[in-house]
């Protein structure tokens, strides 16, 4: 799956995710947490699980639902748009980001992710996303997991982590460029399905296939 790399200018301020204008947030994990009774097909509060943060964002195949009564009852974990989240348990490192593109209003994060809020202009949620999805930043959470039989990253280990903060300017450039490099990849791909298929055609042609 691809990572970006962002290219880290020396003269870019350097800071531990504990110490930058960033919320980090956890899951309600008290008496309330949702038991397999309160999920349904359909309802008030989408509530996540790991199948539906991938390695490059949001996956809806499958989704679960908590009623409204039960999203009250919950304390944190509640979404805000423009967050960011990240697993931390299991698949570590997968990021989604809450953009004007995802159609649910309400959604709540498991026990085993983190969300990530821009509390202060001085970063820009995008480029927070893709500093958390890059290669930057993966290589520094395989060195702070911890190694039990489920791999872990707590919060006071991922903390730890160093995130550069260019200006603003900067790091919408920076948005900009892997944008750009997600959509030549994209279309590339695109392209290798369509041909791969062709040939699978023409190779069942040829054999008498269906």
């Known amino acids: 799956n691809y990572k970006p790399t962002i290219d880290i200018d020396p003269s870019w301020e350097m800071v531990e995710l504990g110490d930058a204008p960033i919320e980090i947030i956890d899951g309600d994990r ?7 009774n309160d999920f349904s097909d359909q ?67 498991n026990s085993g992710m983190l969300i990530f809020r821009s509390i202060s202009e001085e970063i820009e949620s995008e480029y927070l996303f893709y500093f958390l999805q890059s290669k ?48 030549i990849l994209d279309g590339n791909k695109k392209l290798i399905e369509i041909y791969t298929q062709k040939i699978q055609d023409r190779i069942n042609k040829v054999w008498g296939e269906d």
């Open 30 to 36: 008290g008496k309330n947490y949702p038991s397999r």
């Open 136 to 183: 930057n930043c993966s290589d520094q959470f395989k060195k702070l997991m911890s190694g039990s039989a489920q791999p872990q990253l707590p919060i006071s280990s991922l903390k730890n982590a160093l995130i550069p903060i260019p200006s603003i300017d900067i790091q919408r450039s920076v948005v900009k460029d892997i944008k750009s490099q997600k959509e």
């Open 43 to 109: 309802g008030h509060c989408l509530f996540l699980n790991t199948k539906n943060v991938r390695s490059d964002g949001f996956n809806f195949s499958e989704t679960m639902f908590i009623s409204q009564e039960k999203d009250e009852q919950l304390r944190k974990g509640k979404l805000k748009k423009y967050d960011v989240l990240l697993t931390t348990r299991g698949t570590i490192g997968n990021t989604a980001y809450f953009g004007d593109d995802i159609q649910y209003e309400h959604i709540r994060i």
